[in-house]
């Protein structure tokens, strides 16, 4: 674990890579936990997190299922690479956050009880409907289901 400072220091300095997870249930909802932290704060955005140091994909993705949704390991589908950029950051110092995001799409077959409560204060779970017409949803949780917006904000083949 880095200190707090080093911490900052990385977070000012360079791009984070994480893992967001959009989660169904079995009739297609999807499930959105309230931010309690910045970036976006008190925004309702998917469950994820931050891709550690010498942690292979596979290693963080089955860290996260059982960290943020009290899952053991299942397949997820891969959803794509995303740019989000943000003008605040966790520690609430005047620098901007930008997170390279690989998305994947997995079925929620745990427990709402066990739910973490650290990252989210609350959860729900919203029709695609819902969650795109929510003007508490935050932006880069949408960019999940608006396929125009995937083509504009996925990391795609650059062309010169």
């Not at 297609?28 to 942690?55: M, Q, S, T, Y």
């Not at 998305?103 to 427990?111: C, L, R």
Request: a negative charge.
């Amino acid at each position: 674990m880095l200190s707090e400072e080093l911490f900052k220091t990385v977070v000012a300095s360079t791009p984070l890579i994480s893992i967001d997870l959009l989660v169904r249930d079995t009739q297609a909802n999807i499930l959105l936990g309230r931010r309690a932290n910045r970036p976006a704060r008190d925004f309702w955005f998917v469950p994820g997190g931050r891709v550690l140091k010498d942690e292979t994909i596979e290693q963080a993705f089955t860290r996260l299922l059982k960290a943020e949704l009290g899952m053991d390991k299942t397949s997820g589908c891969f959803k794509g690479i995303y740019q989000h950029f943000y003008e605040d950051n966790f520690f609430e110092e005047n620098f901007t956050t930008h997170y390279i995001v690989m998305a994947f799409e997995v079925i929620f077959t745990a427990d709402m009880s066990v739910l973490p409560l650290d990252q989210h204060r609350d959860y729900h779970w919203f029709s695609e409907t819902e969650l795109l017409n929510n003007d508490e949803v935050h932006i880069h949780t949408k960019w999940y289901l608006q396929s125009n917006k995937q083509a504009d904000n996925l990391i795609t083949a650059f062309q010169p």
